[in-house]
């Protein structure tokens, strides 16, 4: 269990000589994570000393397709265990993940030490990543990445493998010191049937059908630990299945749309977002029958409406706690 004491490692350090973060999360919001870390270590160890297993949720993507200088595309990061999942590797999760590692000490998330993907579906917002993930310090990966994802996969795999082919043969052939020549390749597993894609011990993570637009398959998931259940929808338009895997769990991340920005749009793009997506007012009819513990709002849509404007939405019909994180958040 060393993420609690990597994180508080960290901060101790961050304290005793304090940095300017880089990047392009402004100073304010750095420091706000910051004690939300130390906050969330002092809430780890508190956890650790009752001899409890303790899950945390980064969120390292909350963007969407559109393009956003303050925002990776789709990744949550669930650590459990001193091990990450992540769900969906969308345009700058990786590097999300690395300042992850070196911010905040959750060393799980240091790109080698990624060692399991799943994804909800293909769409370029949560899959720009894949080759990024793939081929950072592949030559220096203990194990090979184990990818879990819609029908596609293996065959988006097969293009990255295509892509890097140049610098997967010349690492091999040359005088690096390979770590594990097999890294260079994943394993894939493409979701035949919705139900259990993972379990060892402590964790075991479900995926579920949603609707997507014309996506044949899109997934969502539900990690389930020794403390915390967790609902992640993907993209989906108002899911009847997403309410009941959400019911009484601690934490739903869903995605979202602002109905002001919604309604500023053509017809057809109107038209294409109902097809596809959740509106702010409908997630709040769904959260009203769920009760999730906690409701994460991420993949927000809103256009000329300001992002916030989905917080006031969703708060004007559901009284429960709902968040609105930008990158390198945790979810407490
Ligand atoms: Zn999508
Ligand atoms: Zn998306």
Known sequence: MPIATNIATNIATSFAQPRRLAGPRPAPRAIATFLALASAALFSATLSTAAQADTSIVMLGTGTPVPDGERAGSGVAVIHDGEAYLFDVGPGVVERASQAQERMGIEALAPVNIERLFLTHLHSDHVLDYPELLGTYWWRREQPISVVGPVGTEAMSQGVYTMLAEDTNTRLADKSPVTNPAAARVLV??????GLVHESPGISIHAFGVTHGDWEQAYGYKVVTDDLTLVISGDTSLSEEVRRQASGADVLIHE?????????LSPQWQAYHQYAHTLSDELAELAREARPGTLVLTHVLHYSAPRESVLDEVRADYDGRVLLPDDLDVIE
């Open 256 to 264: 979202v749309i602002s109905r002001q920005g919604w309604e500023q």
């Open 189 to 194: 597993t493409e979701i035949e049937k919705e």
